[in-house]
C-alpha cells in the first residue's frame, strides 16, 4: 500500500467510537419503528386514537431526527469526511438525516386527523385511511433511516480491517539503538 494510505484512514479509536454511536442510533431509530403504532390489536383505528400519544411520536421523531443531523454535521466538518471511506459514510449519514427529517412532519399530521375525525362515518374513513398512510410513512422513514445508519457503520466496520496493517504509533515499537559509529571512541 501506498504511504498515504495510513494518514487516509481514520483512527481506530474514532472508527469504533462511531460504530458504537452509529449501532446505538440505528437502534434507537428500529425501536420506534416498531413501538409506536396506531392501529389496535384488531388491526383497525382505535375510535378515539389518543392525540397525546400520537403527538408525542412526532416529539420523539424529531429529538431522534436532530440527533442524526447533528452526528451528519459533526462527521462533515471532520477531516475524516474527505477520505474515501469518510465519503462514503457521510453519503450514508445524509441519506439518514434527510430520511429521520421526514418522520415527524407524518406523525404530527397523524395527530392532527387524529383531532378532527367528525361523526360522518364516510369522513371518518376518510380520515382513518388517511391517518394510517401518514403514520405507516413515519414509521417507514423510522426504518430507512436505521437502514442507513446502520450501512454506514457496516462501511466503517468493513474497512477496520485495514487497521491491521497500519498499527496504531503508539503501538509501534521505537527502532533499535545504532551501535556507536567507527569514528566515536571517546578517550
Known amino acids: ?11 481506530r479509536s474514532e472508527v469504533l ?8 442510533m440505528k437502534a434507537m431509530f428500529l425501536d420506534a419503528a416498531e413501538q409506536w403504532q396506531l392501529l ?11 392525540y397525546a400519544d400520537l403527538i408525542q411520536h412526532a ?11 447533528r452526528l451528519a454535521a459533526d462527521f462533515a466538518r471532520s477531516p475524516h469526511s474527505t477520505t474515501r471511506v469518510g465519503r462514503t459514510v457521510l453519503a450514508h449519514l445524509a441519506t439518514a438525516a434527510t430520511l429521520s427529517s421526514n418522520a415527524p412532519p407524518r406523525f ?4 392532527e386527523t387524529a383531532l378532527s375525525l367528525a361523526g360522518n362515518p364516510i369522513t371518518n374513513r376518510y380520515q382513518a385511511n388517511s391517518m394510517v398512510l401518514d ?19 457496516t462501511e466503517l466496520n468493513e474497512r477496520l480491517g485495514l487497521h491491521r496493517f497500519f ?9 533499535p539503538s545504532l551501535p556507536p559509529g567507527p569514528g566515536t571512541r571517546h578517550r
Open 1 to 11: 500500500m501506498n504511504p498515504d494510505a495510513r494518514r487516509r484512514l481514520i483512527p
Open 17 to 24: 467510537r462511531l460504530i458504537g454511536v452509529l449501532d446505538g
Open 40 to 50: 389496535d390489536d384488531t388491526g383497525h383505528v382505535p375510535s378515539t386514537p389518543a
Open 59 to 69: 416529539a420523539a421523531a424529531q429529538d431522534l431526527s436532530r440527533d442524526v443531523v
Open 108 to 111: 404530527a399530521e397523524t395527530a
Open 135 to 153: 403514520h405507516a410513512t413515519g414509521r417507514a422513514y423510522l426504518r430507512r433511516t436505521s437502514e442507513s445508519l446502520g450501512d454506514a457503520a
Open 167 to 175: 498499527p496504531d504509533p503508539s503501538r509501534q515499537q521505537s527502532p
